[in-house]
């Protein structure tokens, strides 16, 4: 079974440019959830989709935004980049929304110069 | 606003001595799990616990839900090379709506 998988593996942006990420859920999981992991630190929670509604979000700016598609696909866009939004990108997928066993995919580097 | 404080930050072990690491908060979890992850991956889900005083095997892993909800620790027996990596704790807090707040993360390093 194919787990999560993200695109690209790595980005690079300029100041001021908009980043887009994807993300594709392991088949049959429904919810997907966007993390933000700085050089060094844990991970900060950024969004949960479910069922193509955002159902929760983090402390991060409106900047930060995603969608998700009816296949469950999501994407995260990042606008206005700034230098500390260089961090990895993690999407994480889960069968059903009450479920906290979240599966990791193996994150977008993005890094912004 | 809420946090976990996950010790310790880092350690250097010899290959095949015990590991032991905790996640504690101020705060009443209502799940708890421990990720592993390894460098340019992403975290992989090692053990889930869902109820207060649970303890849970995975191989030579072992997980407990501590009985004030507010805790929990992650012992590895008999470590080996392969078992090198970030290994971080994750708790649901009540009422949460799924998010899941992280800890720092243990850094291990195992030295054969």
């Known amino acids: 079974e194919a787990g999560v998988t993200q695109s690209p593996t790595h980005l690079i942006k300029t100041r001021g440019q908009q980043a887009t990420l994807r993300c594709s859920p392991i088949s049959g999981h429904t919810s997907v959830y966007w993390y933000q992991q700085a050089l060094g630190l844990g991970l900060q929670f950024l969004l949960w989709?479910?069922?193509?509604?955002?159902?929760n979000r983090g402390n991060f700016p409106p900047r930060f935004s995603g969608r998700q598609f009816p296949n469950y696909s999501s994407e995260l866009n990042v606008n206005a980049l700034e230098l500390e939004d260089s961090a990895l990108y993690l999407c994480a997928s889960s069968l059903e929304p009450l479920s906290y066993e979240q599966y990791f995919g193996p994150g977008t580097r993005l890094t912004v110069t | 606003g809420q946090q976990l404080n996950q010790s310790p930050q880092s350690m250097f072990i010899q290959e095949g001595e015990d590991v032991s690491m905790n996640c504690t908060s101020s705060s009443i979890f209502n799940t708890w799990l421990w990720y592993k992850q390894d460098p340019g991956e992403g975290p992989v889900l090692l053990i889930a616990?869902?109820?207060?005083?649970e303890l849970t095997s995975n191989g030579r892993l072992t997980a407990q839900f501590g009985i004030t909800r507010k805790d929990s620790f992650l012992n590895i027996s008999a470590s080996i090379p392969s078992d090198v990596g970030i290994y971080f704790c994750?708790?649901?807090?009540?009422?949460?709506?799924?998010?899941?707040?992280f800890g720092a993360g243990t850094r291990l390093a195992v030295h054969p």
């Open positions: 616990l869902y109820k207060a005083g």
């Open positions: 989709y479910d069922e193509g509604e955002e159902r």
């Open positions: 994750a708790g649901q807090l009540s009422g949460g709506y799924n998010k899941l707040i």
